[in-house]
Each structure stands twice: as structure tokens, then as C-alpha cells.
């Protein structure tokens, strides 16, 4: 096998709205765009860091930088370079998950197939996608539905002082099912209770992180009384054991960038369904390079969120779409398949 | 991608005893052995045709025969081979999973990594494996007992006129748990139930095929009697749909001598999965080649019953292996890892 060449640039990508959940604002993803090289072949990956694990566009490009390439001796031993990776430390989820992803785009292109065939997903057609509802004034609410009208499921983020004012909004325009994404709002166990009562009967068909990811006791509780499934999401840091969030969710939503790996993610999906646990893939910020990995994942997942990239200005991207159902289909090329815009 | 060549030869298997089931006798298993050669790299993989399929050796060599090596343009493209196969007409399936068997080892040999890595397995690690004790005569049952003394889970045949006199028997020399193949030996609801109660309270984790398989709203209305898991066997011939099947059980045994594919198999567990099937993986009598791609398939699923090399005389290969729990595990090799002996 040649050397591979592997570089790095910022990919700041400028967003359609402010986008406001319970603990940030933003308007533009600072992510990082990787290119590995190799026999004339390039694989393409896309980092997103986030602040919340201590990462930045400028910490992901340093770790970039300290990767020694003589780790792809063999490139389709991915197994031999994710290791590799780890030993250089924790941390630094979404620059190794970046640097994998071009490996894997790369892998595809060079046996051209593409990936879900690789790996013999049963088809490249995944689970139904919601389409996020951000917070905004309660007069603003219905635009914001109405804006949603191609999606058949919303996702509302909750976690406010007006929860259910928000949900008596949207269910004055609208009847769609909806996902909750409370993230980490309700801050005892009597007002997730009370919540969730209220929710259960809104057609309400998950509630992501209800409560904060530190009250295991609690969140323990509540997945025995909630009769809407609970899902982690920031009690899933990436690290946590699937027989611990067991104890506390009937689901979990993974992020490549928390997990830090495709090749991670995919076997955690297999330990958390042997543990009982629904699977969820979902996405931060990013554009549709990095989505379309997160859809590779979701063609093994009972649940998909992957509208990070329909959030952004200008997708630099095109990979994942939607059918009619608004089901995530991945692109039919090799690799990764996604291409430039 | 240079010509591919492709060998097959009988592979016959002497039995260790004489092996009985409900509807059979038999004291050789008439295999074949497919070489698969492409770049200098051999690629090997095994039939185990079965008359009940309408397949012998000679019919797995002669569909052997006319496959157009041809189609291999690209080898790793899987999909497309699989897809050439398939237009080759139903049937011969024990022939068409040994191509696709050598194909895949010669990917993984080519590649350089093993299959399970290739895949994403969790681990190299799969479920814990059952021993069959055949249906002898009753006094000769704790011999053959005694002879599984290294296995901690005991497959038991039943299906006779003496169902209870057999578990009697065997539970007054052993406590183990049991696995129950009814090989479609209950004819009718009552007796099906009458058995099922009396074993309910024998350490019974499941039964396969408690009834015919012409039985559906029989098998249907014994799901939703049963306290032990039912497993459709004879039921799935490889072609019935995931849904048809969860109707009448809580699970599915695959084997790969009736999906015919490998790819498919993993497909299935994945669409099993998600209908809320338990999945199994089982075998015919056949080396340790075939049995260690069953092996490979394992990873993936809830129980596995991969004894069948263990009931020939003269094992031509080295390949799975069982650790002290009797998990079965995959040796650390390209490919499927399988080796002469």
C-alpha cells in the first residue's frame, strides 16, 4: 500500500436561524473537513467539536495533525487504526471520527462499493426522520409548524418554563406525532412526572433526556413509571456502559461525534439491543458529509434525527435525502457516496 | 481484477454415530468443498446439500458448474454477485452460500482482515453453544449424557412417542439447561400444550418446531400459549417473510445451508430483530469450514447450536472453537480464519 496524505481545513458553516436550546445560542458550525489520499483515491470526513467535550475546531485540527499515517499500513484494518487512535488518549471524539469516516469513504471507493453493502445493511433505506422545532416566542410557534409542513414527525425541544404552553401551541395547528428533546430540563422528579403525564396523551412517542444526566436515580425511576419511552442523550457521553443506561432509559440516541467511531457505534448497537435498548441515531450541526455517516448508522436504528444539515446555509455537501415518508435513504455510490454540491 | 477460478470437489464426512432424527437416519454427510481462486489468494467455502431440499452433491456440483465466474468483475461487490446467483433460478442453496462463502474468505484473505472485523462485530465472541444428544434408546440416554459432560446446554430431539420418558430420564442424571428440537413431532394443539406444560418446569430455555410447519394457526395460537420460546426450523425454508414467520414464533433458527447466503443471513437477523424475533443460528452436519461461517454469522445472534462438525469423524479443518462458558469464538485469522487440519 502507498503513504496516504491527510489533511484538514475548517468547514465553518453558517446557520438558517440562531438556533437556541436550553443551555446555548449559536449561527455558525465551526467544524473541520479531512481528506485522506491515497493510490489517487480520496476518502472525505467531516468533524463537529463541541465546547460541551472540550473540543474546538482549532483542538480538532491539532489533533489532526499528530495522526502518524504509518498507522495505515493495512487501511482496511480499521480495527488496528481505531486502536491506534485510542492509544493516543481520550478525548478528541469528533476529529477520530472524522479521520474514520475518510477511512471508511476511502475503503468503499477503492473496493467501489458502498458502504451499507460492505457492511450488508439490508438496505440503504433508514428509519423515519423528525424534523427539529426549534424554541421560539409562543406567537412564532405555528411558523414554525408551518414550516415543517414535509415532515411528518416534529421533534420540540423542551426543558423551558412553558412546556406545556409550547405543546398546547403546537397541537392547536397540528396532530403529527411528536418527539420530545427535553434535554436535561426537568429538574426533579415530580415535574418530569407531571410532564410526562401531560405528554402521554399528546401522541408524544419519545422523550430524549428528561431529566439531568447526573440524577441516574431518578431517571432510574422514571423509565419504570413513563409510558412514553425515554432515550439518552446527554447521559450518553460516548463512554458509558450499555447496561448502565439500561438501568435508566428504554433507549439511547448515538452521535458519531460522542462515540468518536463508526465502527464503535455500529457494535454498540448490537450490545445495546441484546440489553433491550431502542437505538437512535442522531447528529449535531453538521453538514451532509457527516450526515450522510450518521444515516449509514441509521439503516440499523429504530429511530433517525438527522436534520443537522438542513439547518445550515449552504450545505457544501449532497449525500443523504429523504423519500416521500421522509425515510433517510443513503446515496446509491461508493464509499460514503456523498458528493460535492 | 484479474480471472477468477473456481474448484469443487465431494467432500464426504463420516459420522461419529449413526445420527437419528425423527425423520431420518444417516452415517455420512455427502459435502462439497469450493475453491475460489483470484490474485494467487484462495478462497474456500462448503455445501452441506440436504434432500429434503431437493439437493444432493451431485446437483450442488452441477449448479457449481454453470456459474459464470465472469460475474466476479468486481469481487468485493458482494450484492452483485449475490444478485447473479439469485437470477440463476430458486433452488440450490447449499451451493450457492459455499461460492458466496469462498468469496467472502477470499475478500477477507485479499484485504487481510478477518470477516468479523470486516462486518463490525462486537467481538470475535458469540453465544454460547448447545450439544445435541441424539434420540437412542432409553437406556443408553445418560451414557450419551454423560458423553456431553464437557457442555453446560444439552440440545435434546424429541418428537417420539416417549417425549417425557426421555426428559425424565436425562433430568434424573443431569440439571443442565435444555434446548428442545421438536422436529415438528406434536400433530396436534393438545399434545403440543401437554408436552409444553410438563417441560415448563423442566430448565427449558426454548423449542424448536413443536409442530408442522403446515400448522400456522396451530404455531400461532402455541406462541402465545407458551411460557418457553418457540423457534421456527422446518417452518423457515429461507424464503418466508420475517412477518409470516413472527405470527407463529418468538424466534428463528438461520441456517445458511437454506438462506443460501451469508449476506442474506445477516440481512435477516436485522429484519428479524426488528419484528421482535429472538435469532439463532443452527447448522447441518458439515466441517468446520461451513460451521465456522455459521460461526461468523453468531456474533449477531442470541443462541447458536454449531455442533455439527462435532458429529463427523475426521474434521478436514480448524476454525471455531469454544472457551471454557462454551461460547463459541472465531479464530484470529483473514477471512473466515479457516485453516486445514
Redesign the interface.
Known amino acids: 500500500m502507498s503513504q496516504f496524505s491527510l489533511r484538514y481545513a475548517p468547514l465553518n458553516l453558517p446557520l438558517r436561524h440562531t438556533f437556541t436550546i436550553s443551555r446555548w445560542s449559536r449561527d455558525v458550525a465551526a467544524n473541520v473537513l479531512v481528506e485522506l489520499e491515497g493510490d489517487g483515491i480520496i476518502g472525505i470526513g467531516e468533524a463537529s467539536p463541541n465546547a460541551r467535550y472540550d473540543e474546538s475546531q482549532e483542538s480538532c485540527m491539532k489533533w489532526l495533525s499528530s495522526f502518524d499515517t504509518s498507522t495505515l499500513k493495512?487501511p482496511?484494518?480499521?480495527?488496528t487504526v481505531l486502536q491506534a487512535m485510542e492509544r493516543m488518549g481520550p478525548g478528541n471524539y469528533s476529529a477520530k471520527v472524522a479521520l474514520e469516516m475518510a477511512l471508511y469513504d476511502w475503503i468503499g471507493k477503492k473496493?467501489?462499493?458502498p458502504l451499507y453493502?460492505?457492511?450488508?445493511?439490508?438496505s440503504n433505506v433508514g428509519p423515519q426522520t423528525c424534523f427539529t422545532v426549534g424554541i421560539d416566542k409562543t406567537e412564532n410557534l405555528p411558523d414554525r409548524v408551518a414550516e415543517a409542513a414535509a415532515y411528518p414527525v416534529l421533534k420540540i425541544k423542551l426543558g423551558t418554563d412553558r412546556d406545556k404552553e409550547i405543546i398546547k401551541t403546537i397541537r392547536s395547528v397540528t396532530d403529527k406525532p411528536i418527539w420530545i428533546d427535553a434535554n436535561e430540563g426537568w429538574k426533579d422528579l415530580d415535574t418530569a412526572k407531571d410532564h410526562i403525564r401531560f405528554l402521554a396523551d399528546q401522541n408524544v412517542h419519545m422523550i430524549e433526556q428528561p431529566m439531568p444526566a447526573s440524577m441516574k436515580k431518578e431517571l432510574a425511576e422514571l423509565k419504570a413509571y413513563s409510558p412514553i419511552i425515554t432515550m439518552a442523550d446527554e447521559s450518553f457521553t460516548g463512554r458509558e456502559s450499555v447496561e448502565e443506561l439500561a438501568a435508566c432509559f428504554h433507549g439511547i440516541n448515538l452521535k458519531l461525534m460522542k462515540t468518536g467511531s463508526l465502527?464503535r457505534t455500529?457494535?454498540l448497537i448490537?450490545?445495546g439491543?441484546?440489553a433491550g435498548l431502542k437505538i437512535m441515531i442522531g447528529c449535531m450541526i453538521e453538514s451532509s458529509l457527516a450526515n450522510t455517516a450518521a444515516a449509514l448508522i441509521s439503516l440499523?436504528c429504530?429511530y433517525a434525527d438527522l436534520d443537522g444539515h438542513l439547518l445550515i446555509n449552504e450545505d457544501p455537501f449532497k449525500g443523504l435525502a429523504f423519500n416521500e415518508s421522509n425515510n433517510v435513504f443513503l446515496p446509491q455510490r461508493p464509499g460514503l457516496g456523498v458528493i460535492p454540491r
Not at 482496511?76 to 480495527?79: R, T
Open positions: 493495512n482496511f484494518d480499521v480495527e473496493l467501489q462499493v453493502d460492505l457492511w450488508n445493511a439490508p465502527r455500529m457494535q448490537h450490545t439491543r441484546n440499523w429504530d
